[in-house]
């Protein structure tokens, strides 16, 4: 690994949060807890995926530094909460550890490497399957971590792809639509979103329902004995 490179103007980020927080500082910032800052974090993501959408450097910059600067925020506050008492460092330490301990292709030793073989993102996805499983060993369901919150359609693809790992849902089969391009599905979507306002009806909802439906019908097939208890049909 490479020496460590100095990151004065984030150590320079922590300090400003630090005063903001302390005695004698922002009112506000001393008051703030992990929960009230949910809301600020979603938005903040948001924000930071519509720069990159849109591809403006200097938006992308700013954007990534208020998620940053949540990070850190929510640091500081475990910091200095009992029962908490983790600093950004720790934040930092674990995720190291994680990126290492899932990457023995890149890290590992030579042997290591060589035995694992891995030639593609597909290798390396798979693999990152299997340590994350091991890491995760209190997990009875490929669904336990999928974060329910998520949007609609977010978590439709997440549920859906590891319905397909599991192969319970057949990933080779021809969709209901025939679609090209992502414009052509942006307009699909938008026409059905339109037919459910026009109906009162409400999408995401919907796709909730359906969703919790598929989720249920997974973790019956898992506790069935897997694959082997069938193909789920998604009923389109």
């Given amino acids: 690994m490479t020496e460590a490179t100095q990151h004065p ?46 591809g403006n450097r200097d938006e992308m910059i700013e954007e990534l530094g208020d998620v940053l ?6 640091s500081d506050i475990a910091a200095h909460t009992p029962g908490e008492e983790f600093t950004l460092e720790d934040v930092a ?17 030579s042997a290591e490497r060589d035995a694992l073989n891995i030639q593609s993102g597909a290798d390396v996805s798979g693999m990152w399957d299997e340590l994350k499983k ?37 990933a080779s089969a021809p969709g209901a ?20 306002r026009l109906n009162g009806l409400d999408s995401e909802r919907a796709l909730r329902t359906v969703l919790r439906e598929l989720q249920d019908e997974i973790r019956d097939v898992e506790k069935d004995g897997g694959v082997d208890a069938g193909i789920i049909g998604l009923g389109v």
């Fill in 9 to 54: 103007k984030l150590e320079e980020l922590i300090a400003v949060l630090e005063k903001l927080r302390a005695p004698g500082g922002c009112a506000w910032d001393a008051e703030q807890t992990h929960e009230s800052l949910v809301k600020y974090l979603v938005e903040e993501t948001y924000e930071l995926v519509d720069a990159i959408e849109r």
């Fill in 69 to 74: 600067y949540q990070v850190v925020f929510h």
């Fill in 93 to 109: 330490a674990n995720m190291t550890a994680k990126m290492i301990g899932r990457h023995p292709h890149v890290f590992g030793d």
């Fill in 134 to 170: 091991a890491d995760k060993g209190d997990r009875t369901s490929v669904l336990d971590g999928i974060p329910q919150g998520m949007p609609a359609l977010a978590l439709a693809d997440k549920v859906l792809g590891k319905a397909e790992k599991l192969g319970i849902i057949d």
């Fill in 177 to 196: 639509l025939a679609l090209s391009n992502e414009e052509e599905l942006g307009g699909v979507l938008l026409a059905i979103v339109t037919s459910a």
